[in-house]
């Protein structure tokens, strides 16, 4: 696989209830960091790594960021999934498919809300016979994500673990390599990507875990949303 054999998508579309009491005029993804939007960061590590088109699946205050980014943004294409309805992480993504003009065999799919430059021609290029792949950071509390099993020997992923244990561990970055087909086959049209996806993919154990050290954030409380801010401004 290449950059150029797979969609390159984004989840923008959540309200960002929790981050309310600090960001309650725009989408999460457009919270400032740095004067800029918390989605640039995203969009400027994918440059680096070589991406040219990104699809953006928007829903709350699509407009918003439909009308600030527009076409482009640096040498990237940028297109547009907008779901009326909210239909779940992995329902904008079977939208977004089904809209494409043309089909890729794969999906490179990024939340919105987590920053984690990884080197993703890594898990792009991994020679595995397991096209769905996971990558997976190590921290130092799994509290609060909940962790994942890995068989060591082959990088398979054998569970997902709730988010009741502490401790170190292994947890899911927000980065995922999906087969398309594997998204546009499941039954619903509203459905959640973890639970309905990737918990019947480690079930059936087709599911590869790729790990990555970069620095991982979730900006998703405010806590952790300020705590990016000031890792930028110490840079």
């Given at each position: 696989m290449s950059f150029h054999s797979i969609h390159v998508m984004i989840l923008a579309g959540g309200k960002g209830s929790r981050l309310r009491s600090v960001v309650n005029d725009r989408p999460k993804v457009m919270a400032e960091v740095d004067d800029k939007p918390f989605l640039n960061w995203i969009l400027d590590h994918l440059h680096e790594q070589g991406v040219r088109e990104v699809t953006l699946l928007t829903g709350y205050m699509a407009d918003s960021i439909e009308s600030f980014y527009g076409q482009s943004y640096r040498e990237?294409?940028?297109?547009?999934?907008?779901?009326?309805?909210?239909?779940?992480?992995?329902?904008?993504?079977?939208?977004?498919?089904?809209?494409?003009?043309?089909?890729?065999?794969?999906?490179?799919?990024?939340?919105?809300?987590?920053?984690?430059?990884?080197?993703?021609?890594?898990?792009?290029?991994?020679?595995?016979?397991?096209?769905?792949?996971?990558?997976?950071t190590q921290v130092a509390d799994i509290s609060r994500y909940g962790s994942l099993q890995i068989d060591s020997a082959t990088g398979i992923v054998l569970n997902f673990n709730e988010k009741i244990q502490c401790g170190p561990g292994l947890i899911?970055?927000?980065?995922?390599?999906?087969?398309?087909?594997?998204?546009?086959?499941?039954?619903?049209?509203?459905?959640?990507?973890?639970?309905?996806?990737?918990?019947?993919?480690?079930?059936?154990?087709?599911?590869?875990?790729?790990k990555d050290q970069a620095p991982f954030i979730d900006i998703g409380v405010p806590v952790d949303y300020s705590n990016f801010k000031t890792m930028v401004s110490n840079r």
């Open positions: 990237m294409r940028l297109l547009y999934s907008r779901e009326d309805n909210p239909l779940g992480t992995g329902g904008s993504v079977k939208l977004a498919l089904k809209r494409l003009s043309h089909q890729k065999p794969a999906c490179l799919l990024l939340n919105g809300d987590t920053y984690f430059p990884a080197d993703l021609s890594l898990a792009v290029n991994l020679q595995s016979p397991l096209a769905n792949r996971i990558l997976v899911n970055a927000g980065t995922y390599i999906l087969e398309t087909e594997e998204l546009l086959n499941v039954p619903f049209e509203a459905f959640s990507l973890e639970t309905d996806l990737l918990r019947p993919l480690v079930s059936k154990r087709m599911l590869m875990a790729v």
